[in-house]
Every structure is written in structure tokens, then in C-alpha cells.
């Protein structure tokens, strides 16, 4: 009966280790909304880096940095829009439908990929579909403007 419990708890400490691990590792990258679906090509470095230098007159696209202003200041994705989590989430909606239209296709980052999930979470809540949660800035290989 004790080795029964001491397995037990291993597997429940293996488990919270996962889970920690997953949730400090940006496992939302390139989580995308129902309508989401064309911003995928764009979940790589080179692909979103191409996109920004030559701008794909086809996908008219907004990438947001989600991180707290001063983070934006010190360096942030080329062309990267800063609109931290905190205000976002706390926008009257009409001001919020003005400053994101729904109809807009939204690419968001920070600094694990963790804060831009709970924005693209929050966002589609609020009824938008064509976002995608790119994950960390870490994954941006170029320079940092």
C-alpha cells in the first residue's frame, strides 16, 4: 500500500511539472481564432519577417506587442504595434472595437507567448476570429527596433 501511494505521488508531481514546464515554455504559439487560418503562414520567423519587409498587399495584418510599454521601448518586433495586456483588457468595448476592428487580422506577442494567449483568449470572447497568439519575442531572430 505505501509503494501504491509513493507512485501516486510521483505521477501527481509529474504532472505539475508538465504543466508548469508547458505553461512557462509559450505552448500557445501559434494558436490562432476560427478565422484565423490565413495568419499561419506567418508563424515563422522568416514568413512574418518577409511579411513585414515586403508587406503581402493580400493580408492586411497588425502585429501587437502585449508587453508593458517600457518592454516595447527597449526593442520590439519591426512595424510592432505597443497595446500592453492591461489596457486592452480593461477598454470600454466601443473604444476597444475602435482601436482593434473585429474584422481585422491581429498577430500578438510578448514575452513567453503566456500574456499574449490570455489577450487573444480575451479577445475572442469580445467576438474576434482572426487573431493568432505568435507567442514570445524571443522567437523574432532579426533586430528589435
Known amino acids: ?20 514546464v508547458g ?9 490562432i481564432g476560427d478565422d484565423g487560418q490565413p495568419l499561419r503562414t506567418y508563424n515563422s520567423y522568416p514568413t512574418l519577417k518577409a511579411y513585414i519587409e515586403d508587406s503581402d498587399p493580400d ?7 502585449v508587453r508593458p510599454s517600457a518592454q516595447y521601448a527597449l526593442g520590439h518586433i ?18 476597444l472595437y475602435d482601436e482593434l476592428p473585429l474584422d481585422q487580422y491581429l498577430i500578438f506577442y510578448c514575452e513567453s507567448g503566456i ?21 514570445s519575442v524571443t522567437r523574432w531572430r532579426g533586430d528589435l527596433e
Open 1 to 20: 500500500m505505501t509503494n501504491t501511494k509513493i507512485t501516486a505521488n510521483k505521477i501527481l508531481i509529474g504532472l505539475m511539472i508538465a504543466l508548469a
Open 23 to 31: 505553461l512557462f515554455t509559450g505552448c500557445y504559439e501559434g494558436f
Open 59 to 65: 493580408m492586411d495584418i497588425w502585429i501587437i506587442d
Open 78 to 95: 519591426p512595424s510592432a504595434l505597443s497595446k500592453p495586456s492591461g489596457y486592452i483588457t480593461t477598454l470600454p468595448d466601443e473604444d
Open 115 to 135: 500574456r499574449a494567449q490570455a489577450v487573444v483568449t480575451y479577445l475572442i470572447e469580445k467576438g474576434y476570429t482572426k487573431i493568432m497568439n505568435w507567442g
